[in-house]
Structures are given as structure tokens and as C-alpha cells.
């Protein structure tokens, strides 16, 4: 189903369950009356932001994230065991990556995305995440650079809507200096119409 068809139907959701007992003045009164509660709004929101994400990735989040990296460099695992793979990393990240851009760095298992998160260094960060469990099977770390540290939580944000990583538990982190993710902008302006349309006392 198209993205902009399951929005549109959320909306139209939203829309009758506020409306609902309006429409039973004169229409069929049978079934319980469907309202809309702060629940249900907050529940519907997230669904819009998410359909929103997706159907954007491919697109604004792609378009985005391409314009603002400067250099993509991969490694790929070598060796056994945890500890030799570790060191290989860190060893290839001070011959191959710059310390003084913003970057951001991507862990891959074949064609699926695990983890994207972001470093000022060069390999310390990301060489931390060698201990979780989902490490195992990583086939493939990419790291990307940008012109600018300060650009580097924004450029986090969108490999994050346009790459969909798995085991991201926490949202990018952001300063109110750094550049704004434009995903991240729509995603606020649908919580601000929504509610606006919606209000609650």
C-alpha cells in the first residue's frame, strides 16, 4: 500500500472518531459511540510520523544525506574474535579516517542496517558497539564524513530515517546550534497540525 494512501486513511480515521457523535444525531445510533481521546491522537501521531519517515527515506532523507557527506569509507571485518577485529578497526580508522570532520558511522549485516550513530574521534566511539550482541554477523561498517562537526548530528539523524537501522534505541542527539534534520521538521509540523485540529482541554 502507497504511503500516502495509509496517511490519508489515518486521517480519515481520526476525522470520523471526532465527528462520531455528531454523526449520530440523525444517523444510526447502534454500537458504541467511537470518540477520539488524547490516546488514540498521541497513538495516531506516532503512526503519521512513521508512514512519513518511510515514505520520505527513499526521497528527502536519500537526497539529504547524500548532499551533506564529504567521503564514505568501508571496512569490512577481518580475523577472529572480538578483540583482533577491534583492533584491525581502530588501527584502519587512523590510517583512513580524518579527526577533524564530523562523522558518522553505519553497521551493516549483508543488506540489513543495525546501528548508525556518530563520533568527533576517529574510532573509539564506534568501536564500543564490538561488545553489544547484535555485533555478531556485522559484515560491514560504513563511515561517512562531513565538511563540519556541527553538521554531523543532522547528517546522524537523517542515515537514521533514510537507512532504518534496527538496533537504534535512542533518537539522535541534537543542540539547538546545529543544523535541523528536515524529516525531523516535518514530523514536528504533523504533531502541530494534528493537535491544533485535535484539541483537548
Not at 96 to 115: A, T
Amino acid at each position: 500500500m502507497a504511503h500516502s494512501v495509509q496517511f490519508n486513511r489515518i486521517l480519515d480515521r481520526l476525522y470520523k472518531r471526532r465527528t462520531d457523535r455528531l454523526r449520530r444525531i440523525l444517523g444510526p445510533k447502534t454500537g458504541k459511540a467511537r470518540g477520539l481521546t488524547k490516546k488514540r491522537r498521541e497513538k495516531a501521531l506516532n503512526e503519521l510520523a512513521q508512514i512519513a519517515s518511510l515514505g520520505l527515506a527513499a526521497k528527502m532523507a536519500k537526497v539529504e544525506f547524500d548532499k551533506s557527506v564529504v567521503e564514505r569509507r568501508s571496512w569490512h571485518p577481518k580475523g577472529w574474535g572480538r578483540d583482533r577485529k577491534l583492533k584491525e578497526f581502530r588501527n584502519w580508522t587512523r590510517r583512513k579516517i580524518s579527526q577533524k570532520r564530523g562523522k558518522v558511522y553505519v553497521f551493516w549485516k549483508k543488506g540489513e542496517c543495525r546501528y548508525v550513530g556518530r563520533t568527533g574521534g576517529r574510532g573509539s566511539r564506534p568501536s564500543h558497539h564490538f561488545k553489544r550482541g547484535w555485533f555478531t554477523g556485522t559484515t560491514r561498517i560504513d563511515v561517512y564524513t562531513t565538511m563540519q562537526r556541527r553538521n554531523a548530528p543532522r547528517l546522524e539523524c537523517l542515515a537514521i530515517h533514510h537507512f532504518q537501522p534496527t538496533k537504534n534505541r535512542v533518537k539522535a542527539a541534537k543542540k539547538s546550534w546545529t543544523p535541523h534534520c528536515p524529516l525531523c521538521s516535518i514530523h514536528r509540523l504533523i504533531r502541530k497540525e494534528i493537535r491544533n485540529i485535535y484539541r483537548f482541554r
